[in-house]
């Protein structure tokens, strides 16, 4: 039985290490270089890393391996070098006897709240592993719907980019010519070819100056979320924004629904679920409005009431969850709204460049449609006059 034993524990590090050097030489795909393209960079630990660690440790807990014998394979056979420093830490800590849950709160940053909380539920129901999948499953789940977002989002974003070149090369070379001519000709300017015009002036004059505001702007975008002040209206924004706002709503409940399910399952209390799946939803207004209703459950009142009284999600969730609320099947309930946001997402998402487009496409015609009257209205009246 021992020998046994030792045999399959040699072919799982065999599999994982397997993976890994499969993994490493895999060559990116059309979608993620569009997706790297038009994200920022992942650096250290991402998602992906997580998910992998958590079902390579659940397979290694399912085969029967000890937690201290599994971290030292995970740790030796690992590529990300901060993880490979964690888990190693994670690892001495368990060898002193302390929980696995308790040796991830040091890196809390790289887990997350949520994370170390079902792992923790994990462990006081004995069932770390299904835990572990469960969260694989979360993450991979999210990385799915993120990478088609990405993918729809590309080809609007190229043709965005190629449409405000073409703009910036008009009002640099092409304008100023015509204004010259004009000038020349001593001919009285329309007020739209004189706007254009100096709008055309200002960009060849002070072109450094718009780079250092575009600069700033998508500085200020990526890092709105992390600035005092900013980040409440950058949450706000997304969720009232045509388009963007829908995604962004519907993402909200499915993290929240899925990760809820999945807390209650693993024999979390309500409340304490609730409190972490707020800032887990990835919105400081919605997370706000949740601790709010957390507080009403707590004087008393029904999950259902507590949550229209802040306006956490639309009418058709909130009747679905106080369904689910009268038969005592919460959990099971916020599990099929996860399933079915995962699925609005993903029509609405395979449809969002079909819906993107065409508004760019009128809203650039139409740009160029005034530059090109605003230049060619004063041609026309000169040749009416000669």
């Known amino acids: ?38 994200s920022r960079a992942q650096f250290g630990v991402s998602k992906r890393d997580i998910a992998m660690f958590s079902r390579d440790l659940a397979l290694l807990q399912d085969l029967g391996v000890s937690l201290l014998r599994s971290l030292t394979i995970l740790g030796e056979r690992q590529h990300n070098k901060k993880l490979k420093a964690i888990i190693n830490d994670m690892k001495s800590k368990v060898e002193m006897g302390t929980p696995v849950s308790a040796s991830m709160e040091k890196h809390i940053s790289v887990f997350g709240d949520f ?72 001919v009285e300017l329309p007020l739209v070819t004189t706007i254009v015009v100096l709008i055309g002036n200002f960009m ?3 072109w450094w100056l718009i780079i250092l505001v575009i ?55 309500v409340l304490k679920t609730f409190r972490l799946a707020g800032p887990a939803t990835g919105n400081t207004i919605i997370a706000k409005r949740i601790e709010n209703a957390c507080k009403h459950i707590d004087q008393g009142k029904t999950i259902t009431d507590s949550f229209i ?13 106080g369904v689910g609320e009268e038969a005592g099947a919460v959990d099971v309930v916020l599990k099929k709204i996860a399933e079915y946001s995962q699925r609005d997402i993903e029509d609405t998402v395979s449809n ?27 041609y026309f009246n000169m040749s009416m006059v000669i």
């Open 115 to 186: 994370y170390v909380n079902a792992i923790r539920a994990g462990e006081e129901s004995g069932e770390l592993s299904k835990t572990l999948n469960n969260l694989a499953d979360y993450l991979d789940s999210q990385m799915q719907i993120q990478s088609k977002v990405k993918r729809a989002l590309a080809m609007p974003a190229i043709t965005m980019m190629i449409a405000i070149g073409v703009l910036i090369m008009l009002f640099i070379f092409v304008i100023p010519t015509f204004a010259q001519v004009y000038q020349d000709a001593d």
């Open 352 to 378: 969002l460049s079909l819906m993107i487009e065409p508004v760019m496409t009128l809203i650039m015609g139409l740009i160029v449609l005034v530059i090109a009257l605003s230049m060619f209205i004063p």
């Open 204 to 206: 060849v004059s002070f």
């Open 1 to 38: 039985m021992a020998n046994r034993k030792l045999d399959i524990q040699q072919q799982v590090e065999q599999s994982i290490d397997r993976k890994k050097r499969e993994q490493s030489v895999k060559k990116p795909s059309k979608g993620k270089i569009a997706g790297f393209l038009f």
């Open 215 to 269: 600069a700033a702007l998508i500085l200020l975008f990526y890092k709105s979320g992390k600035l005092i002040g900013l980040q409440a209206l950058s949450d706000r924004l997304k969720l009232n924004l045509p388009v963007v706002g829908s995604i962004t709503q519907r993402l909200i409940v499915y993290r929240f629904s899925n990760l809820t399910s999945m807390m209650l399952n693993a024999g979390v209390s």
């Open 309 to 321: 009284q802040e306006n956490v999600f639309d009418p058709f969730i909130m009747d679905t969850i």
